[in-house]
């Protein structure tokens, strides 16, 4: 059948229409096709040509560098030094067996750390960095450096490692930092991505714990290029992290080193406060430890010795540790009495040696008694009876709720690990923890702080601070923070009658500078620098033999708290000796040698010292000049 010519014409149109429409499609579709090569090709070729097949770009967090840690004068106390370490890629390395052992032909590698390592790397990402070795010398970074083409996924670093240039001077109170662990990362909600990074350090205790949020920083960045062996070819970009802020504490180093050198060898503890704006001077636990041993790892050995030791040095017992705090405590008992209105200054008792309740008889220290006391010969010859009296009259009420206004069975706020808040005990305390009604004999004991009653030397030197002033004196440990003042707690009036803390400011007077005073053989002979005290003994266990005829855990604590000077007191200093004896024998010559340090900002002048003693103290002024010497020696040797 023949087609019309006019449909043949209409259909050639259409095609012709179809076909156009076709054609230009597709040559849109090229040009977009060209114009998409060309922008890759092009504009983003050098973007592409580092994500070939035979390279890789790796982005690497950049730890930041942690803040400093200073003295109140600006003596650095914790700092960064550089350090060299070898670090390994599991991903890159491919067979990580073979490459650890080309390594180990050029760099001597420690087998616990070692292991170590490839624990950490079983358990971490498989392109997280892992230290194999640190602290490695530069001639061994040369050596792996050299041979980097054999060493796939291996990588010389330098990092920032933290130091504490006074090793064991500030252990207790500054810390020190290790390596992240799961305990670690528990105590964060959504942690950070550089708390992940293996071998990241953090504050595990002290200071640096308290305050790692600030001292951390913020971590950075780098992209790097990669071959297919994981060698780095380039650095692309870096973006540093943000330091950490400066911690600067209210401690001074030259005090708190010369605390740690008088306590010499004995278990024992001392802490110095600035009653003014309760700046903690010095805080000192003996014996210490290396803080760096810690920072570095740690061996077995090194702290089964630390573990095992009977004067435990892991302790810090001034703020950790809690003692009955003997007859330093007898100052509360007799404001107690005094508020209440149930005695007066001139107000007497009969010592006979004993005070019988009940069936019971409650001893003085003094077997034949002191006869007839008043309050100030009752602090000044540290009477028990007078006391064992008085807590008949005020009742354990009153005596806690006095002991709390000094400050003891609460927590004090320092940035201090593990600080215990005591124990004041009352009443409702004993029915609540012990099931059982409070007696009488129990009131007996507190008033001479034996019994229930427990105090660390940080709430001692708490208490005799108020005593001194007047006023709630609270304890500042740190002064500044990235260069901000950290504002002192503003310290309100006790509420106190103000004659009646004269009272007793004049009988700790006595207790130093009378010659019937139980710290009189330790005072200061300095007509400005006097001072006023307190001795105390407490009891480790109940019973008749001398300390010298027992075991040394079984022996008495030796106490002593004063303030100074009496006229215009600036200090107050609490001391403790762990199973050392008398308070007066064994703490009171203690705390009188850190008072003069303190007040003479040095080495006091033999003529602060009574006369009698004056020999043994230049003596022990050269020894422990001589010992300062010899720890800063083998400090720069160690460093």
């Known amino acids: 059948m023949k087609r019309n010519p006019r449909d043949t014409a209409e259909s050639t149109r259409r095609i012709t229409r179809r076909g156009l429409i076709l054609g230009a499609a597709q040559l849109g579709f090229a040009g977009v096709l060209g114009l998409r090569m060309r922008h890759m090709q092009v504009d983003q070729a050098d973007e592409f040509r580092l994500l070939a097949e035979e390279n890789r770009v790796n982005i690497r967090l950049l730890p930041p560098a942690r803040g400093r840690i200073f003295d109140r004068e600006g003596r ?53 960095p892992i230290t194999v070795a640190d602290r490695v010398s530069w001639e061994a970074i040369s050596r792996v450096a050299v041979n980097a083409p054999a060493l796939p996924g291996v990588t010389p670093e330098v990092g920032l490692s933290r130091f504490y240039p006074q090793h064991e001077t500030f252990a207790h109170v500054v810390g020190y930092v290790g390596p992240v662990s799961e305990n670690d990362l528990a105590r964060y909600e959504d942690p950070e991505p550089v708390l992940r990074i293996p071998r990241f350090q953090i504050g595990k205790v002290g200071v640096e714990r308290k305050y790692e949020e600030q001292l951390r920083g913020k971590a950075g960045a780098k992209r790097v290029e990669v071959n297919a062996v994981g060698r780095v070819m380039r650095e692309l970009d870096r973006r540093e992290g943000e330091p950490g802020a400066d911690v600067q504490l209210t401690l001074d180093s030259a005090l708190q080193e010369y605390c740690k050198a008088r306590l010499g060898q004995e278990s024992a503890s001392v802490v110095v406060m600035d009653v003014e704006k309760g700046d903690i ?56 009495a005094l508020e209440a209105g149930l005695m007066t200054p001139g107000d007497t008792h009969y010592c006979p040696g004993y005070l019988k309740v009940g069936t019971r008889r409650f001893h003085c220290w003094k077997r034949g008694g002191h006869g007839w006391v008043d309050l100030a010969q009752s602090l000044r010859e540290s ?107 503003q310290a309100e009036s006790l509420g106190i009658n103000e004659n009646h803390l004269r009272q007793v400011r004049r009988a700790m007077f006595e207790v130093c500078n009378d010659r019937r005073g139980t710290g009189y053989r330790s005072r200061i002979v300095t007509e400005e620098f006097r001072m006023a005290g307190k001795s105390g003994t407490s009891q480790v266990r ?38 050392g004896g008398g308070g007066s024998s064994a703490a009171a010559p203690i705390n009188r040698d ?30 422990l000049e001589r010992e300062r010497r010899e720890r800063q020696s083998d400090a720069r040797s160690r460093a």
């Open 76 to 128: 650095v106390i914790a700092e960064n030094e550089p350090t060299y370490r070898i670090t390994v890629v599991r991903e890159d390395a491919g067979d990580v067996e073979q490459v650890i052992a080309r390594l180990s032909s050029l760099v001597e590698l420690d087998e616990d750390e070692l292991n170590r390592a490839l624990a950490e790397m079983n358990r971490s990402a498989p392109f997280l």
């Open 281 to 336: 001077l010095a805080i000192a636990s003996s014996p210490s430890y290396d803080p760096n041993k810690f920072v570095r790892g740690i061996s077995v050995a090194d702290y089964g010795v630390l573990r095992d030791n009977n004067h435990r040095p892991l302790a810090s017992k001034t703020v950790q540790d809690a003692y009955p705090p003997g007859s330093t405590f007898k100052m509360v008992t007799a404001l107690a």
């Open 383 to 489: 009477c028990d009876v007078y006391y064992y009296e008085l807590a008949l009259k005020v009742g354990i009420e009153n005596i806690a709720a006095m002991g709390r206004r000094m400050g003891l069975g609460q927590t004090p706020d320092v940035p201090m690990s593990a600080v215990t808040a005591g124990l004041m005990p009352d009443k409702d305390w004993k029915r609540r923890e012990r099931g059982a009604e409070w007696l009488i004999g129990d009131s007996v004991n507190a008033s001479i702080g034996q019994g229930f009653v427990l105090t660390s030397p940080l709430q001692q030197a708490i208490m005799t601070a108020r005593i001194a002033t007047g006023r709630a004196i609270t304890p500042r440990l740190v002064k500044t923070v990235d260069g901000v003042e950290t504002p002192a707690p």
């Open 542 to 579: 109940n019973r008749v033999v001398r300390n010298e005829d027992v075991p040394w855990e079984e022996r008495d604590h030796a106490l002593f708290v004063n303030f100074a000077p009496y006229d215009n007191p600036r200090i107050a200093v609490s001391v403790v000796v762990e199973h």
């Open 594 to 623: 850190v008072t003069l340090q303190a007040l003479y900002g040095g080495t006091p002048p033999l003529e602060a010292y009574p006369s009698a003693a004056r020999s043994r103290i230049e003596s022990q002024q050269e020894r």
